[in-house]
């Protein structure tokens, strides 16, 4: 019986199991994808990989939600899973093409900030007066895919011109920071995860930027293919601390938001594994949305529900915001 044992589990390791399962997430510690989402999915999903091929998660540095989803469409010998915005996994030609699967749309939000050094920006429709004439760029980090599709599907619900409400990416966070720190027409655009104590935090505290929330109001019409809205506002997203602990309040801003999908590659892109892998995205799929919440400290956490309930209750009142700054005149910079 042992040697049967031992034959029969050979032949299963070498009739179709996997060698890893890994998830792309983000790089570097100003990246709430690698320090705050993916702790938490690697312990939510491990014990599903565990379970049919005996390996827990990889967490694997990555490039954002876009570069996330060319990893796993790519992948045809692991088990491949990804994080990104759901904005833009909705709509990707990876999950259009079958080559990529989504597991859980109900991850946690994240919402959209720019960040300004110029007094004369203040609000999104100052930014917006300016960025259609071409008197303000837009800057976002190459490591972060996912929040220039977000510019990007923010210029085209506005109908800016691209050549002249101009986009352009930088190698990483810091070389956007030193940009926006010297360059009055620069702007710093990224979506994450509403921590007031990390990176938008350093924003205020470290560098006395401006945080502004942004929103286009067309943007209220995109929809899930199951009817659910691709993007929701939030009227009060915290971004910084006031005070010891906190102590003296938030700093909050109206802005845009979308849930964090979990994704990976399909099932039947694993040839004789690809039963056991769509077992495992089952398995997934039945825990409790609180396995995934992210893993920032206790008063990040506290704010993120505060704004997810804002984002809840605000509704037409918080689209109402959105409507203002795209009708209201801003103020153009000298």
Not at 217 to 230: E, F, I, Q, T, Y
Not at 329 to 334: F, K, R, S, V
Request: include cysteine; charge should be negative; hydrophobic fraction near 40%.
């Amino acid at each position: 019986m042992k040697g049967f044992l031992l034959v029969a589990a050979a032949f299963a390791l070498s009739s179709g199991a996997v060698d890893a399962a890994y998830l792309v997430s983000g790089t570097g510690s100003g990246s709430t994808y690698k320090t705050g989402y993916a702790p938490a999915v690697v312990e939510a999903i491990s014990p599903a990989t565990e379970a049919v091929f005996f390996g827990e998660v990889e967490d694997r540095d990555g490039k954002g939600t876009v570069s996330n989803l060319e990893v796993c469409a790519a992948e045809t010998e692991d088990l491949c899973f990804g994080i990104g915005q759901g904005d833009v996994v909705a709509g990707s030609p990876q999950v259009a093409s079958g080559d990529v699967c989504i597991i859980r749309s109900d991850l946690e939000a994240e919402y959209a900030f720019a960040f300004v050094d110029n007094s004369q920006l203040q609000d999104y429709a100052d930014l917006r007066a300016n960025w259609e004439r071409g008197r303000i760029t837009f800057y976002t980090s190459e490591t972060s895919s996912g929040s220039l599709a977000t510019l990007e599907n923010l210029r085209e619900a506005a109908g800016f011109d691209p050549g002249t409400a101009k986009i352009e990416t930088l190698p990483d966070w810091d070389a956007v920071i030193q940009k926006v720190a010297s360059d009055p027409r620069a702007v710093g655009f990224t979506v994450r995860y509403a921590d007031p104590t990390g990176f938008l935090s350093e924003l205020v505290d470290d560098h006395g930027f401006t945080v502004l929330g942004v929103a286009e109001r067309a943007m209220r019409r995109l929809s899930h293919a199951d009817g659910s809205p691709v993007y929701t506002v939030s009227l009060d997203v915290p971004y910084d601390t006031k005070g010891i602990l906190g102590a003296g309040g938030m700093s909050t801003t109206p802005s845009l938001g979308a849930p964090v999908v979990l994704f990976g590659n399909c099932p039947d892109k694993l040839g004789d594994f690809a039963a056991d892998a769509g077992d495992a995205h089952d398995a997934i799929r039945q825990l409790p949305a609180s396995a995934f919440d992210v893993k920032l400290g206790w008063m990040a956490d506290l704010q993120s529900k505060i704004a997810d309930q804002s984002q809840q209750m605000g509704g037409d009142e918080a689209w109402a915001w959105a409507e203002d700054m795209a009708t209201r005149t801003g103020d153009l910079i000298e």
